[in-house]
């Protein structure tokens, strides 16, 4: 089974955000970037199937600048045979307009060359919080799609997909090829040893200008919440029911 | 004339809050576009939803009932609500940001080459243009877009919007031109969670517990001081450290990479508030914090806390909201 393994280069979950002067991006000064946490579950089932099946490919691929060749090789240590940077550099402001829309057609476009009984993708990029891209590619490259994936059974060419809904669990039977997204709980990713970081080395890594394509929406302001100024301290049970009922007047 | 389109989240022929909220939505929004307010339902036995939908505030519900439709199938859904959409010129579309919303609506944008802004907590119309702000970067942020282009689409956060009212919608049937033989992904069973649960991302309240409680059972305090607000009304959620301990499921987890809640009140038991886990819950009504560590960053973010001992406080507090709730 080929499977190619969609990824994104994305702040550290605790890292301190501040807005750039642009006022609509922010200042990456100081950031820690990383691979996107839910990808490294996608990336993971990919290479547990080829492990299982003892055949098939796995190919990771971003959009994104120079800067994401390090996320990739990470990949390519993780066990990924090869990856494909689309690189946005070219573009107005290295890409930064891009938005869902634009982002996932682009991905399209290239995904189409490459062979791929399935499409694997995290549920959401930690930045953006979008959880758009992997529904959109799916209908891009119209194929069915399960999101947000906590269990995966593949069986005669099918996969039997569970899902947190609210409030139950769904499973989805669905046909490959198919357009997967990963949530927490699916699998336990693996480090990258050593000696995946020696062979990540010599691994194919692919770099390929991109063209734009037109964004369908445009980021107009990045602002940060108002501070919260800490809470009122009290000092019993008594007083924290009364403040409940009388100041907030949630009881 | 341009149409303000909210599509229905409705499972077993149920629709649930959010879906109302997104009317409501709606209707403020198009008070400044101007255009009415369709509601587009896709499912099978629509008729209680039907009739909600139809009392929602909108002024035409379109639902399109079938066997075909009786699961759930982002593919079968998109296109089917892609068909109906060609006759109503929407300039916006929403729904709310649910697990059906998420699944669903990136489907319908990007076939219609379309702008989306994900769980959005403003819509915005200015000069001739929709457009909507969301928290990014796990709420440290929040992003306003303009769309570019036609129509514009969004899904909505739960519990931002006051619920739509009013009545006598004209309600239209309609019909898909495609059958189930043409389905691709689809669920083929839901497994509920104990049907005595509120699920988490719609209870008014959430008390979660994390690693202060010490050990799987002393969960049973944060149950019982969730039951303490009645039948139906809590739910209780939990930290990652607890749920990677194995001491609470995965759906429980509240987080950057669990649930995001946003509650009337938040109650966090033992919890240090790590920025991970404020993403989960900071945009909560009120936060009340217990922590027996008077510098556990948690008290920053919460509007009441009490230091002190779980143990101790759990049980005083349940009984106390027990007797103000009688
Ligand atoms: C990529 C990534 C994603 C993450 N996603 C999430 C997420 O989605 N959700 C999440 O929650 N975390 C997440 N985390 C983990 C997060 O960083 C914290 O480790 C976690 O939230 C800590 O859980 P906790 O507050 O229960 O435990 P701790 O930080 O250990 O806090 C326990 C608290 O209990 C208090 N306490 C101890 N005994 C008592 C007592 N008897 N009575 C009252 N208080 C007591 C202590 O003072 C302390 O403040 C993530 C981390 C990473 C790196
Ligand atoms: N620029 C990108 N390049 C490749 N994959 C991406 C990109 N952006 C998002 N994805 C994939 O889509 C998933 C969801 O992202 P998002 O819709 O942006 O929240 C991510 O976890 C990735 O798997």
């Not at chain 1, 947000?148 to 490959?176: H, M, N, Q």
């Amino acid at each position: 089974m080929d499977i190619v393994v969609c990824v994104k280069r994305v702040p550290a979950t605790d890292s301190k955000i501040k807005v750039g002067a642009d006022g609509k991006s922010i200042d990456p000064a100081g950031i820690e970037f990383v691979l996107n946490p839910y990808d490294e579950f996608a990336v993971e089932e990919a290479i547990k199937t080829r492990e299982t099946l003892g055949s098939g490919s796995v190919t990771v691929i971003t959009l994104g600048t120079g800067d994401s060749q390090k996320e990739l090789r990470t990949c390519l240590a993780m066990g990924a045979d090869k990856a494909v940077l689309l690189d946005a550099s070219g573009l107005p402001g290295g890409g930064a307009g891009l938005d869902a829309c634009a982002t996932a057609r682009i991905v399209a476009d290239h995904v189409k060359g490459i062979p791929h009984d399935a499409v694997f993708c995290g549920r959401q990029a930690v930045d953006g919080d979008d959880s758009q891209f992997p529904s959109r590619l799916a209908a891009l490259l119209d194929l069915p799609c399960v999101t947000e994936v906590a269990k995966l059974e593949l069986s005669d060419g099918r996969y039997r997909a569970e899902r947190d809904i609210e409030g139950a669990r769904e499973v989805v039977d669905c046909p490959t090829p198919c357009v997967i997204s990963t949530n927490k709980g699916l699998n336990e990713p693996r480090y990258a040893n050593l000696k995946g970081i020696m062979a990540a080395k010599k691994k194919p890594l692919e770099t390929i200008a991109v063209s734009a394509a037109e964004p369908a929406t445009e980021t107009t302001g990045l602002e940060l919440p108002p501070e919260r100024s800490g809470g009122k301290i009290v000092d019993s049970v008594s007083d924290l029911v009364a403040a409940l009922k009388n100041e907030a007047k949630v009881l | 004339m341009s149409n303000i389109v909210v599509i229905a989240d409705a499972r077993e022929g149920k629709i649930k809050k959010p879906t109302l909220e997104a009317v409501g939505a709606a209707k403020e929004l198009a008070g400044k576009s101007g255009g009415s307010v369709v509601a587009v339902v896709v499912g099978h036995q629509l008729d209680a939803a039907k009739q909600d939908l139809a009392n929602s505030g909108a002024s035409k519900v379109v639902a399109v009932d079938a066997e075909t439709f009786a699961q759930y199938s982002g593919d079968g859904f998109a296109r089917a609500i892609l068909e109906q959409l060609e006759g109503l010129s929407p300039a916006a579309i929403l729904m709310p940001h649910t697990a059906m919303g998420r699944d669903l609506m990136p489907r319908i944008a990007a076939k219609l080459d379309a702008g989306l802004v994900s769980d959005a907590t403003a819509l915005h119309f200015e000069g001739d243009r929709f457009g909507a702000t969301k928290p990014v970067y796990a709420g440290k942020a929040y992003k306003k877009s303009m769309a570019t282009r036609s129509p514009f689409l969004a899904t909505l956060r739960p519990n931002n919007w006051e619920a739509g009212s009013g009545e006598g919608a004209e309600v239209v049937d309609a019909s898909a031109s495609f059958g189930s033989d043409q389905l691709k992904a689809i669920v083929k069973e839901v497994v509920s969670a104990a049907s005595d649960r509120v699920p988490l991302q719609e209870a008014k309240v959430v008390v979660a517990g994390g690693r202060g409680l010490q050990a799987p059972e002393n969960f049973k305090l944060v149950e019982d001081l969730a039951a303490a607000f009645g039948p139906g009304v809590a739910a209780v959620g939990a930290s990652r450290a607890v749920v990677d301990a194995g001491w609470r499921p995965h759906r429980e987890q509240v987080g950057q990479t669990g649930k995001v809640v946003a509650p009337t009140l938040y109650i966090a038991v033992g919890i240090s508030g790590a920025i991970q886990h404020l993403a989960g819950m900071r945009t909560s009504r009120f936060i009340v914090a217990v922590n027996k560590d008077a510098n556990a960053p948690i008290f920053k973010e919460c509007d009441y806390g009490i230091v002190g001992d779980a143990f101790e406080i759990c049980p005083a507090l349940a009984e106390a909201i027990k007797a103000a709730a009688s």
